[in-house]
């Protein structure tokens, strides 16, 4: 007969450190998103986590190490994202399918986070020399999932490498323009534009 009062299992310090840091960094992403790089102070971020400064600067040596493991964590996101949608996809080579998917993932909350850290990074050194290699990673990353549409793979790895990054970096000035001018029918054409250059460009090296 079971236990009708079993025993709770004690977490290892390991997993309470783990749960500590999903906090953290889950509470700076949140303020990233909502209130932007400026108002992502230790105060905020403790009392969105429920923690003390303590416990923050027992996980991470400074505020900054937390904002660039929250980075880390949306570009992970992202990128997982994007592969499960694009799994469930019926025709990956379509690239009229494909792009709007990827624009959709851009355009997400919490996309934002991102956008406030390489805005902020422009004049901060110090926040983009610790950027710079989450931003490389978040790119290769990026590469490694557009393996995933059979169009990406016919295109040579020299040039598929820059054409991410175009299409990357299309998508996300297209967040921040479309924040405070939404506009459907600039959407519906910039986007025929865009499959058709890709369509063309790609057509070429086949």
Known sequence: ??????????????????????????????????????????????????????????????????????????SRRQVDTFIEHVTHLPDTDDLAVVLPLLRETSRAAINAVWAELLIAARTDPELRGHLAPVSADYARAMLDASERVPTMRRIPEDLRAGLVAVIINQFSGDALARLPFPSDEADNRTMEVLVAMLSTYRDSLL
């Open 1 to 74: 007969m079971p236990n009708p009062n079993p025993t709770p299992t004690r977490r290892t310090q390991a997993e309470r450190r783990a749960e500590t840091s999903a906090k953290l960094i889950e509470a700076t992403i949140a303020i990233l998103s909502e209130h932007g790089y400026a108002q992502t102070s230790v105060k905020a971020i403790c009392e969105r986590a429920g923690l003390s400064h303590g416990a923050l600067f027992g996980r991470f040596a400074t505020r900054l190490d937390l904002v660039v493991a929250a980075a880390a964590e949306v």
